[in-house]
């Protein structure tokens, strides 16, 4: 993976405070400023609610293990934002590769910011 300098590298991202890698090796970027509040991320996964003050989305944790992953990555799959190709991304922390949406398909994270 080549990277840039516009390329934001995963592995920096809310590391300061998280819970280690073996307990929880999982993590989600989130774009909440892209976020339009469709709620198809709370519709399937427990991870993911509506906050009624500002109308959008938000994740209950940013971090996670191998139980949360598939609903995570389903709501990662389900955002409609950005055309498509929606603004959760479900990180693996142990590679720092991005496991969905991965609209390009090489595990780079896919973050417009």
């Given at each position: 993976?080549?990277?840039?300098?516009?390329?934001?590298?995963?592995?920096?991202?809310?590391?300061?405070?998280?819970?280690?890698?073996?307990?929880?090796?999982y993590k989600l970027v989130f774009e909440a400023n892209k976020c339009f509040g469709a709620g198809?991320?709370?519709?399937?996964?427990?991870?993911?609610?509506?906050?009624?003050?500002?109308?959008?989305?938000?994740?209950?944790?940013?971090?996670?293990?191998?139980?949360?992953?598939?609903?995570?990555?389903?709501?990662?799959?389900?955002?409609?934002?950005?055309?498509?190709?929606?603004?959760?991304?479900?990180?693996?922390?142990?590679?720092?590769?991005?496991?969905?949406?991965?609209?390009?398909?090489?595990?780079?994270?896919?973050?417009?910011w």
């Open positions: 993976m080549t990277e840039d300098a516009d390329t934001v590298d995963p592995s920096e991202l809310g590391e300061a405070d998280a819970p280690p890698v073996e307990e929880k090796p198809k991320c709370a519709e399937v996964s427990d991870n993911w609610e509506m906050d009624l003050a500002s109308g959008m989305a938000k994740p209950v944790s940013y971090f996670f293990g191998e139980d949360d992953l598939d609903h995570n990555v389903a709501a990662a799959d389900a955002c409609p934002a950005k055309k498509g190709d929606g603004v959760i991304h479900v990180v693996d922390r142990r590679t720092n590769e991005e496991i969905a949406p991965d609209p390009h398909g090489d595990g780079t994270l896919s973050v417009d």
